[in-house]
């Protein structure tokens, strides 16, 4: 499944194959109408509930990316970056095959070359959440998955900003003027040393990188900033979500001069 396009319907196809394997698996009701759950060995109870349990979540899940709400359930902290251990376990059903797809896109990623991030402008990184393997302190830190715990480390503790969003969904207008105005100072002070990542280095990191650079005085509007990200990083994308985004705060920017 592509990323940023569509991205919600990867869990409505985990919700629509969890609920197939719970019909294959169930017990036959129309051959035998008095078996119950409690008849059942304990770990056909388990896988039982288990497959329920997955429906359901990621149901939810695939309606609260649509609505483009939610992104604070996962109880990722916004000081450090880490997702709690309860959320491990309240919500293994979405965090796994999260994981393992955006593992298994990482390796692909690395098979074509694509790198954990790029410096699409001085100064400015554009990557996954894989980009602590470049092995740098970052003066600045954007994060705009709520999924992931965050593993780069910034120079200082104030080095980190994140902006929860699920994947494929953008910040809002007001969001990007916190992210772009963050990245800008540390510009400014710093001359740079800013990654901007979300979890594969495609949409909602180059959304706000473009606000960035436009921020920072690199480029005049986001449309020249996303330009120079594709020239320097081959995957990046945006969808329509995205660029009413972008549009809509460089309307903001605009009536501010």
Not at 20 to 33: A, G, I, K, R, T
Not at 85 to 92: E, I, M, Q
Not at 138 to 146: E, N, Q, R, V
Request: with cysteine.
């Amino acid at each position: 499944m592509p990323t940023v396009h569509g991205v919600w319907m990867k869990y409505v196809v985990i919700s629509a194959a969890s609920y197939f394997w719970l019909y294959l698996v169930s017990p036959p009701y129309e051959e035998n109408p008095s078996v119950d759950m409690e008849d059942l060995p304990v770990y056909h109870q388990c896988f039982l509930s288990f497959l329920a349990y997955s429906t359901v979540l990621n149901a939810i899940i695939a309606a609260l990316f649509r609505a483009q709400i939610g992104m604070s359930l996962l109880g990722k902290d916004e000081k450090t970056g880490q997702v709690p251990l309860w959320s491990y376990v309240v919500f293994v059903g979405f965090h796994f095959p999260t994981w393992l797809y955006t593992a298994l896109q990482a390796r692909k990623d690395r098979f074509l070359g694509i790198h954990v991030a790029d410096e699409v402008a001085p100064g400015f990184w554009l990557g996954g959440r894989y980009g602590n393997e470049l092995g740098r302190t970052w003066d600045g830190i954007i994060d705009l998955t709520c999924e992931f715990p965050e593993k780069a480390r910034g120079a200082t503790p104030d080095s980190y900003l994140l902006v929860r969003c699920w994947d494929g969904v953008p910040p809002t207008p007001d969001e990007l003027e916190v992210a772009a105005s963050f990245a800008a100072e540390r510009y400014k002070k710093k001359g740079g040393g800013i990654l901007v990542h979300c979890a594969h280095g495609r949409g909602r990191s180059t959304t706000v990188m473009c606000a960035c650079m436009v921020k920072a005085g690199l480029c005049e509007t986001w449309e020249e900033a996303f330009e120079i990200c594709r020239s320097k990083r081959k995957v990046v994308k945006l969808n329509s979500n995205m660029r009413s985004c972008l549009t809509r705060w460089q309307e903001m920017q605009r009536r501010k001069k």
